[in-house]
Structures are given as C-alpha cells and as structure tokens.
C-alpha cells in the first residue's frame, strides 16, 4: 500500500493531518502526534476520499471500539 498524507477540514481540532501506512497513523500534525500515532485506521485505503470521514479502532474504557473520526477529509496525497 501507498503511504497517504490524509488533510482533514479545519474544525478547530489540535491535528490537520495524518500521513498513514499499511493502516496506521504514521505521523500526525501540527499537535497531537503522542495520540495519534500509531492508531489503526479501518477505512481501506481504497475508500478514503475527500468529504468522507476515517473510520478508527479505538480502545475506550479497555474495551475495543471502531468509530468514526468526527471531521471529513478536505485532500488525499500519495506520498512516495
């Protein structure tokens, strides 16, 4: 798989952007990346698109939860 740098719609929220690989939040700016990273994305690669948002497993409370994250996606680059 391509590695993707994903720019979401600015809401206020502390990150812009997420570059992720083989599923995985690999970077994440400008604040924020000691959260993010590392984080498994469940949206296919082939799936994510502009105005969509990024569907996340996330564990809450110990418990495993897939969810969705609350702001669209505003541009898609493939990074080499």
Request: glycine share 8%; aromatic share 10%; proline share 5%.
């Amino acid at each position: 798989m391509a590695k993707i740098k994903v720019t979401f719609q600015d809401h206020g929220q502390d990150f812009l952007w997420w570059v992720l690989e083989d599923q995985k939040v690999v970077d994440c700016g400008p604040f924020q990346a000691s959260f993010w990273v590392g984080r498994v994305v469940t949206t296919p690669q082939s799936e994510i698109a502009v105005g969509t948002q990024l569907g996340l497993e996330l564990t809450i409370m110990g418990k495993p939860q897939n969810r969705l994250l609350n702001y669209p996606i505003e541009a898609v680059e493939v990074l080499n």
